[in-house]
């Protein structure tokens, strides 16, 4: 019997222990005033809005929100696998000279992913205009450094071997990586590309509820008249499609990988990304956006250095930074802590496809339409914060656990069981168990994301940097801006450093693996 | 099969490309203004208010809807707005920025404009006669309207921090932001805030509509009047449209009255009679304490 498996099981459990703080917190500053308005809102799940000015609205900015989303996935998807490439190693194993060139590629890659992209929007609303590329190139950026990274961690960690024998033949190197490297590359960018596009979808979410269009504009005007009948409306719609879009990407995705032979596999890639592109665009356009408009820049008086040295002095920065590490700590906890309780708490196949839905939909409900509602019924505080960001992403990590286990073997669940054990301890053992290592990784991934997200929680939750980069914003004072930014990108780089060791460590011990 | 879907791909990208043809632009006059109310009294407003300065103007008016005030003030400066409908603090803010602008109407009530403090009835609130007594409101749950309000939040404050009162003093260590006046109105009302601070015009136009529950909520004091609400012009219309456009736009406004049936519906939604000229200069004690708080540098 290995020692590490139920240690890590456990281990998935204990984050939860955040709830205690988080609920005391919450409950002291709990008071009945906004019960009203709550109950208004849970009840009017039941009876959206069909009214057709409603309805029509709903639809077109959901038609936004992924026109959008289909364009700036594209587009981050092929600069992504560009950038990859060119950060690998392996790439520059054929020109050893300029191999500083990788190197440098890779590491400033860090700064452009460090920015969540809501930040990213609002700096290039105040340079673009209210324009929708503003909308794209907030997602492109951080999206294709991300994926940039996970392509060239992907290709660097296979074995190269095949790649030097072909190279001795004498054929020429890049045609040799690519006969090499393409296949490995091909269901890489498969998996991970249809995950990016449901992140996307979310991306262009968020940024709607800053005042980008689409349906999270929708949501939170809704939201923000308590036109909570209208909102549960764009909610459900959104909802609908989400799970439909799921549906036939992975049909579609595993009707390909059946039916087609590698080399078909490329065509057919390069297909759907120059389809999407079209289909985006073309959608956009006949959305009424200006989309081949050139773009008109307006400059920004950039703060001198005194005005930097003043904005150090006035902001309470340390007190800011604590706060933000501790909504990422309470956050990740509360997100990677409940699933795993719940499956524990309700076992059973029944049980567990609900739970599945259940973590669909707190997946999609943006963090700060969660904090506004919290806050009706308790004070703006650290807990507010972390709760909602910890919601939603509980939502992710509950998804994938429960993916993950309805299609794993149950031979060592029915084995345990067999042997006379209750059903929770057989769920723990049984099915829990061969989870954790990589559930643990996956965590240390979404604490990485948590972190980010923090900028854009704190907006609405009146704490942490993202809280002052609001204010800053609104008094439109640059140098505040620039040094909040500053800070935010160290802060995440220092936390992308950390949670990538922590996640290198619980793969190393998985036994079974999913790329993201 | 496979050569036929790839076939059919082909081909629908190639249409999907050969669709996009190029549209010529025409000048558009394109006009926005804060969200500081819901967007459905937004939308109603704005669609009327565009198809009588189209027709008064004889050109295409667009209304570009905004979801947040530093957003219309960012617009704005960005020369993707024309003519804003601002609050006092965002139009300082964006003519600060936006060289050239320029006020050129307000509604006679701007001129002098109140903001109101209201409460829960279930708090220990009382009613105030002194602008001192704002002690009261120290330990209490206060929320504020939009962070860039002038009424919802520039002035309250302002009168707040001159009793004695500082934003750590609230419940909570800081106050809450509901984003508008119509949400201050629904919270304080459902007692998520125990107080808070909104416009008179919209407190009042609740009270018409009947969406003030008296047994609720009930105003607790009146600020000394400011300037407040302005339409705000960029400096390059004339040269944008026509010779004399600004000058036009602004008769416009001026000559709205409630004899054609549009015009007093306009000034209906805006709950004013009319609008009276204004200028720059109109707001400068803003411009003061809008330093003073730090929401202009």
């Known amino acids: 019997m290995k020692l590490i498996k139920p240690v890590s099981t456990l281990l998935t459990l204990i984050p939860s222990i955040a709830y205690i703080p988080i609920l005391i917190e919450i409950i002291k500053g709990f008071h009945i005033g906004g019960l009203n308005i709550i109950f208004l809102f849970i009840s009017s799940a039941i009876k959206p809005s069909f009214n057709q000015e409603v309805v029509k609205s709903a639809w077109e900015g959901l038609q936004i929100t992924i026109a959008t989303a289909l364009t700036s996935w594209v587009i981050s998807m092929l600069i992504g696998i560009l950038l990859g490439v060119l950060s690998t190693d392996l790439f520059w194993k054929s020109i050893p000279k300029f191999s500083y060139l990788g190197k440098f590629i890779k590491y400033s890659l860090a700064i452009p992913r460090s920015i969540h992209e809501v930040v990213w929007g609002l700096l290039f609303l105040q340079i673009l205009g209210l324009n929708i ?106 909802w609908l499609v989400m799970i439909l879009l799921e549906k036939f990407i992975r049909f579609s995705r595993s009707y390909l990988s059946e039916n087609i032979s590698l080399k078909n596999f490329f065509f057919i890639s390069i297909s759907i990304f120059s389809l999407s592109l079209s289909l985006g665009i073309s959608w956009l356009y006949s959305l009424n956006f200006e989309i081949f408009n050139p773009l008109s820049f307006s400059y920004l008086n950039l703060p001198s250095f005194v005005e930097i040295r003043n904005g150090f002095n006035t902001l309470p920065l340390f007190k800011l930074i604590i706060t933000t590490i501790l909504i990422t700590f309470f956050a990740s906890g509360i997100a990677i802590g409940t699933p795993p309780l719940l499956i524990v708490l309700f076992p059973g196949k029944f049980s567990l496809k609900i739970q599945n839905l259940i973590w669909i939909f707190f997946r999609l409900i943006p963090p700060p339409l969660t904090t506004i509602l919290i806050l009706l019924f308790t004070n703006p505080n650290i807990s507010v914060a972390a709760l909602s960001l910890g919601i939603t992403h509980m939502g992710v990590m509950g998804r994938l656990l429960t993916d993950n286990i309805l299609n794993q073997e149950k031979s060592i669940y029915r084995a345990i069981k067999s042997n006379g054990s209750s059903k929770k301890s057989a769920t723990l053992y049984g099915i829990l168990a061969p989870q954790s290592n990589s559930y643990l990784a996956y965590g240390a991934y979404r604490s990485d994301v948590i972190l980010k997200e923090t900028a854009i929680i704190g907006a609405v939750g009146g704490v942490g940097l993202g809280w002052q980069l609001q204010e800053s914003l609104s008094s439109f004072d640059w140098a505040q801006v620039i040094i909040i930014i500053a800070t935010f990108s160290l802060l995440t780089i220092s936390g992308e450093f950390l949670f990538n060791t922590s996640q290198n460590y619980w793969l190393k011990n998985s036994t079974n693996n999913f790329i993201s | 099969m496979i050569k036929f879907t790839k076939i059919i791909i082909a081909l629908l990208s190639i249409f999907n490309l050969s669709n996009i043809g190029s549209l010529k632009a025409e000048e558009i006059l394109r006009i926005g203004a804060i969200p500081d109310q819901n967007p459905e009294h937004l939308n109603r407003l ?35 707005l024309d003519l804003v409908w601002f609050g006092a603090l965002t139009g300082v803010q964006a003519r600060l920025q936006s060289k050239g602008s320029k006020v050129i109407a307000q509604r006679d009530i701007d001129e002098k404009f109140h903001s109101i403090f209201i409460a829960n009835k279930k708090s220990s609130i009382q009613k105030i006669n002194n602008i001192n007594d704002l002690k009261t409101l120290k330990g209490k749950r206060f929320t504020f309207g939009s962070e860039s309000s002038t009424s919802g939040r520039l002035m309250p404050q302002y009168f707040l921090n001159k009793a004695g009162v500082q934003s750590k003093d609230f419940k909570g260590a800081s106050p809450g932001f509901s984003g508008s006046h119509d949400a201050t109105l629904m919270l304080v009302q459902s007692g998520s805030y125990e107080a808070g ?64 049936k549009k015009q007093k519906q306009i000034l209906g939604l805006f709950s004013t009679k009319k609008f009276i000229i204004s200028k720059n200069e109109n707001y400068n004690k803003i411009e003061k304490i809008g330093r003073k708080i730090g929401k202009i540098k």
């Open chain 1, 133 to 238: 590329w503003v909308a794209i190139i907030s997602i492109v950026i951080p999206y294709s450094a991300l994926t940039a990274r996970v392509i060239s961690e992907q290709l660097d960690s296979f074995d190269i071997q095949p790649l030097i024998a072909i190279k001795q033949t004498g054929s020429n190197f890049m045609s040799s990586f690519i006969t090499i490297l393409l296949p490995k590359l091909i269901p890489i960018v498969s998996t991970y590309g249809s995950y990016r596009f449901e992140c996307a979808i979310r991306g262009v979410t968020l940024l709607g509820i800053f005042g980008l269009g689409g349906i999270g504009t929708e949501l939170y005007l809704t939201l923000k008249s308590f036109e909570f009948n209208e909102m549960w409306t764009c909610l459900w719609m959104l």
């Open chain 2, 46 to 80: 704005y669609k009327v208010l565009s198809s009588e300065l189209s027709e008064q103007l004889n050109l295409q008016v667009r209304y570009i809807p905004v979801t947040n005030y530093a957003a219309a003030v960012t617009a704005f400066r960005t020369g993707n």
């Open chain 2, 197 to 260: 601070a909104l416009s008179e015009e919209v407190w009042k136009r609740n009270l018409d509509r009947g969406r003030v529950d008296p047994s609720k909520v009930f105003v607790i004091w009146k600020t000394p009047s400011y300037h407040n609400y302005h339409w705000l012009a960029q400096g390059n219309l004339d040269k944008k449209f026509k010779k004399g456009f600004t000058k036009e736009l602004t008769n416009v406004f001026l000559r709205f009255n409630e004899k054609s």
